[in-house]
C-alpha cells in the first residue's frame, strides 16, 4: 500500500492518486483512472500521450465510472484510443454516462461489473452570444453532432434508437445489455441488434 511520508522541508511526498487522471505503469501494462468527470482537455494529455505512443504489444485499461462532460475532451481521448497500438480495454463500474459511453465503445474490449449503471443521451450545451451567433453554432452542433454521434453508436444502437436519442430520449442499460449489444457489435449482427433493441422496447 503507498504511504505518505514527510520529507525535509514539511512538503508531503506527492501521490499518483493526487493526479486528476492517475496513471500506473508497471511493464507494458498501464491502468488510468477516468472515475472524475470529464473536465478540460489539458487535464488528458498524458493519458492520450501514453495512447498515441503506445507499442504494439502494449496493453492499457482504462478503468471508467464517469458521468461524463466536455465533449471535446472525451473527442480528444476517443481519437488517441483510435490511433493507439495498445489493445485497450475499458472497465466499467458503478455509472457510466454521456461521453464516457462513446469513450467506452471506442475501446478493443471491455469488462462490465455488476451492477453498472449505462446513459446514452443527447449532448447538453450552454452557448453564449449575440442572437445571430447563437443560432449559428446550434445549427452546426446540431448537425455535426448528431451524424458523429451516430458515426460513434453504428452497431451498438439501432438506427431507430440513434433517433431517438437525438430526440431527446435517455436510454439507461444494464450490464447484460452492455454485454448482449457490444457482442452483437463486434460480430457486425444487424439481426441480433435489432432483436436486442426490440425487446428493451417491449420491457
Same mark, same amino acid.
Given at each position: 500500500?503507498?504511504? +505518505?511520508?514527510?520529507?525535509? $522541508? @514539511?512538503?508531503?511526498?506527492? &501521490?499518483?492518486?493526487?493526479?486528476?487522471?492517475? =496513471?500506473?505503469? %508497471?511493464?507494458?501494462?498501464?491502468?488510468?483512472?477516468?472515475?472524475?468527470?470529464?473536465?478540460?482537455?489539458?487535464?488528458?494529455?498524458?493519458?492520450?500521450?501514453?495512447?498515441?505512443?503506445?507499442?504494439?504489444?502494449?496493453?492499457?485499461? +482504462?478503468?471508467?465510472?464517469? $458521468? @461524463?462532460?466536455?465533449?471535446? &475532451?472525451?473527442?480528444?481521448?476517443?481519437?488517441? =484510443?483510435?490511433? %493507439?497500438?495498445?489493445?485497450?480495454?475499458?472497465?466499467?463500474?458503478?455509472?457510466?454516462?454521456?461521453?464516457?459511453?462513446?469513450?467506452?465503445?471506442?475501446?478493443?474490449?471491455?469488462?462490465?461489473?455488476?451492477?453498472?449503471?449505462?446513459?446514452?443521451?443527447?449532448?447538453?450545451? @450552454?452557448?453564449?452570444?449575440?442572437?445571430?451567433?447563437?443560432?449559428?453554432?446550434?445549427?452546426?452542433? %446540431?448537425?455535426?453532432?448528431?451524424?458523429?454521434?451516430?458515426?460513434?453508436?453504428?452497431?451498438?444502437?439501432?438506427?431507430?434508437?440513434?433517433?431517438?436519442?437525438?430526440?431527446?430520449?435517455?436510454?439507461?442499460?444494464?450490464?447484460?445489455?452492455?454485454?448482449?449489444?457490444?457482442?452483437?457489435?463486434?460480430?457486425?449482427?444487424?439481426?441480433?441488434?435489432?432483436?436486442?433493441?426490440?425487446?428493451?422496447?417491449?420491457?
Amino acid at each position: 500500500m503507498e504511504e +505518505l511520508f514527510m520529507p525535509m $522541508g @514539511g512538503k508531503p511526498k506527492h &501521490s499518483v492518486w493526487d493526479e486528476y487522471v492517475p =496513471i500506473l505503469t %508497471s511493464g507494458r501494462h498501464t491502468d488510468i483512472y477516468l472515475t472524475d468527470s470529464i473536465e478540460a482537455p489539458s487535464e488528458y494529455n498524458k493519458l492520450c500521450s501514453i495512447l498515441e505512443n503506445a507499442y504494439k504489444g502494449d496493453t492499457i485499461t +482504462l478503468h471508467i465510472n464517469n $458521468g @461524463g462532460g466536455y465533449v471535446d &475532451s472525451g473527442f480528444m481521448i476517443i481519437d488517441a =484510443i483510435k490511433s %493507439s497500438k495498445a489493445v485497450v480495454t475499458a472497465k466499467l463500474s458503478g455509472t457510466v454516462a454521456s461521453i464516457a459511453t462513446i469513450i467506452t465503445l471506442s475501446c478493443d474490449k471491455i469488462i462490465v461489473a455488476e451492477h453498472l449503471s449505462w446513459l446514452s443521451h443527447n449532448y447538453s450545451a @450552454g452557448i453564449q452570444g449575440k442572437g445571430g451567433e447563437m443560432k449559428l453554432q446550434m445549427e452546426f452542433m %446540431s448537425k455535426e453532432l448528431s451524424s458523429t454521434f451516430r458515426d460513434l453508436h453504428r452497431g451498438f444502437f439501432t438506427d431507430d434508437e440513434m433517433t431517438s436519442i437525438i430526440d431527446d430520449k435517455d436510454v439507461w442499460l444494464n450490464k447484460s445489455e452492455i454485454v448482449a449489444r457490444w457482442d452483437a457489435r463486434k460480430r457486425g449482427d444487424t439481426e441480433l441488434l435489432s432483436e436486442i433493441a426490440a425487446a428493451k422496447k417491449q420491457a
